[in-house]
């Protein structure tokens, strides 16, 4: 029971590959308490011997930055800040740890078979997406969130999830198993407009084109082997998808354009009106001089916002207070000065040095486009929004990362040797 064979362990892995892409776009914060829990399992069972701790050369990039990110960010918050305070803002920061122990665990599956669990479990997940988003949209008709509890993330976990499911298209699987690859791909993409974010809007357009581009030999072959009866079915499908998006998502974009209107407005009658855009940039410019005042190691995580007020043009901003500053290289930059935007660019860089040293393994096109698809996720709206420093996003990046380093084929242990004490 401890100690069970590799192919027992491969085939639970298989499943908790599938459940968990599935939690991510669902569940909220249940997804990162499952991702918790199986970083913690894997830990029990490298210290009673169940598995070996071995990460292997193309590993090491995404466990180095995830676990020099934290340190880097702890660090410098001590200079500045009582350690005291420093261990109660640095606890969540252990998520990042999580790779360091999941990986071993994650590669008792063969390589060949963990991007396509993902995919599966993305799809799923889509799938599940589309009745919640939609039941929301019309019953509440605000921002849709559905377990996450805020739109920002779930609109960076449901872009994941649309390119996911997306790329679980394939010519030699049954009718079935296509046609949830697009369901999950509408569903997930559905919610990322029904979210309202913006910054997510962006994005979404060029993460579907990673993935159409990742498929496009895939997409030409069914397309080529569906007859003129079924194409004309699946362009009438198509189309009424398209119509029932733009009636759930038309009043949910225009209501944000109606915002963006009413505060150029408010702007161009008092510039120094306290709208969305007038904060904004009041933020960003008071991060800005407030890093050249300070860039080698910021003013502390635990200073975030005491760091930048002082630069405000209009002092009655000075009473809002956010947990993040609405890019994410401007709060490292703050947090951490140029050592942490140095960390910072390492933890997005590992996953694509990875993809691209990896490119002619087996998988190495499934790989990039995962990668692809996993930075331009997060990356783009944290450009105007949360990346970061969230329960589920940072759960979310560790566990995806984790399942990219344990796609990659390389010398395995024994099958004796990864089963027994």
């Given at each position: 029971?401890?100690?069970?064979p590799?192919?027992?362990?491969?085939?639970r892995?298989?499943?908790?590959?599938?459940?968990?892409?599935a939690?991510?776009?669902?569940?909220?914060?249940?997804?990162?308490?499952?991702?918790?829990?199986?970083g913690a399992w894997?830990l029990?069972?490298?210290?009673?011997?169940?598995l070996?701790?071995?990460?292997s050369?193309?590993d090491?990039?995404?466990?180095?930055?995830?676990?020099?990110?934290?340190?880097?960010?702890?660090?410098?918050?001590?200079?500045q800040?009582?350690?005291?305070?420093?261990a109660?803002?640095?606890?969540?920061?252990?998520?990042?740890?999580?790779?360091?122990?999941?990986?071993?665990?994650?590669?008792m599956?063969?390589?060949?078979?963990?991007?396509?669990?993902?995919f599966?479990?993305?799809?799923?997940g889509?799938?599940?997406?589309l009745?919640?988003v939609?039941?929301?949209?019309?019953i509440?008709?605000d921002r849709?969130?559905?377990?996450?509890?805020?739109?920002?993330?779930?609109?960076v976990?449901?872009?994941?999830?649309?390119?996911?499911?997306a790329?679980?298209?394939?010519?030699?699987?049954?009718?079935?198993?296509?046609?949830l690859?697009?369901?999950?791909?509408?569903?997930?993409?559905?919610?990322v407009?029904?979210?309202?974010?913006?910054?997510?809007?962006?994005?979404?357009?060029?993460?579907?084109?990673?993935?159409?581009?990742?498929?496009?030999?895939?997409?030409?072959?069914?397309?080529?082997?569906?007859?003129?009866?079924?194409?004309?079915?699946?362009?009438?499908?198509?189309?009424?998808c398209?119509?029932?998006?733009?009636?759930?998502?038309v009043?949910?974009?225009t209501?944000?354009?109606?915002i963006?209107?009413?505060?150029?407005?408010?702007l161009?009658?008092?510039v120094t009106?306290?709208?969305?855009?007038?904060?904004?940039?009041?933020?960003?410019?008071?991060?800005?001089?407030?890093?050249?005042?300070?860039?080698?190691?910021?003013?502390?995580?635990?200073?975030?916002?005491?760091?930048?007020?002082p630069?405000?043009?209009?002092?009655?901003?000075?009473?809002?207070?956010?947990?993040?500053?609405?890019?994410v290289f401007?709060?490292?930059?703050?947090?951490?000065?140029?050592?942490?935007?140095?960390?910072?660019?390492?933890?997005?860089?590992?996953?694509?040095?990875?993809?691209?040293?990896?490119?002619d393994?087996?998988?190495?096109?499934?790989?990039?486009?995962?990668?692809?698809?996993?930075?331009?996720?997060?990356?783009?709206?944290?450009?105007t929004?949360?990346?970061?420093f969230?329960?589920?996003?940072?759960?979310?990046?560790?566990?995806?990362?984790a399942?990219?380093?344990?796609?990659?084929?390389?010398?395995?242990?024994?099958a004796s040797?990864?089963?027994?004490?």
């Open positions: 029971m401890l100690y069970p590799v192919a027992d362990l491969g085939r892995n298989r499943v908790a590959f599938v459940l968990t892409f939690a991510i776009a669902t569940i909220g914060s249940g997804g990162t308490v499952l991702i918790a829990l199986f894997a029990i069972s490298i210290v009673v011997g169940r070996p701790f071995r990460l050369r193309s090491w990039p995404v466990a180095l930055s995830c676990l020099v990110f934290p340190l880097v960010l702890v660090a410098t918050n001590l200079l800040t009582p350690p005291l305070d420093v109660a803002k640095s606890l969540p920061l252990l998520t990042f740890l999580i790779p360091v122990f999941l990986i071993a665990r994650m590669r599956t063969e390589p060949a078979e963990v991007l396509p669990a993902a599966l479990g993305a799809a799923i889509g799938l599940v997406l009745p919640l939609i039941g929301e949209a019309v509440w008709g849709v969130a559905v377990f996450a509890g805020n739109p920002g993330p779930f609109s976990t449901s872009l994941f999830i649309a390119g996911l499911a790329l679980h298209l394939s010519k030699d699987r049954a009718l079935s198993g296509n046609l690859a697009l369901a999950g791909c509408f569903g997930a993409s559905l919610a407009v029904l979210s309202g974010m913006r910054g997510s809007w962006v994005a979404l357009p060029i993460v579907l084109a990673v993935a159409a581009v990742a498929r496009r030999a895939v997409i030409i072959d069914l397309w080529r082997a569906v007859d003129s009866r079924r194409r004309l079915a699946v362009v009438a499908a198509a189309a009424g398209l119509i029932l998006a733009g009636a759930l998502a009043p949910a974009i209501a944000r354009i109606a963006l209107e009413s505060d150029l407005s408010l161009e009658t008092d009106a306290p709208t969305s855009l007038n904060l904004r940039r009041n933020i960003y410019w008071g991060s800005i001089k407030a890093f050249a005042e300070r860039p080698l190691t910021g003013y502390g995580m635990s200073h975030e916002w005491a760091a930048i007020t630069y405000f043009e209009e002092p009655s901003f000075k009473a809002f207070e956010f947990s993040h500053l609405h890019n401007l709060t490292v930059a703050i947090d951490a000065g140029i050592f942490g935007i140095a960390a910072l660019i390492f933890v997005i860089g590992a996953p694509l040095w990875i993809a691209w040293h990896t490119r393994r087996i998988g190495g096109g499934d790989r990039a486009a995962y990668a692809l698809i996993l930075v331009a996720a997060f990356l783009i709206p944290g450009m929004n949360l990346m970061f969230h329960d589920i996003l940072d759960a979310v990046w560790v566990f995806a990362a399942t990219l380093c344990a796609s990659v084929p390389v010398p395995r242990l024994q040797e990864g089963a027994t004490p």
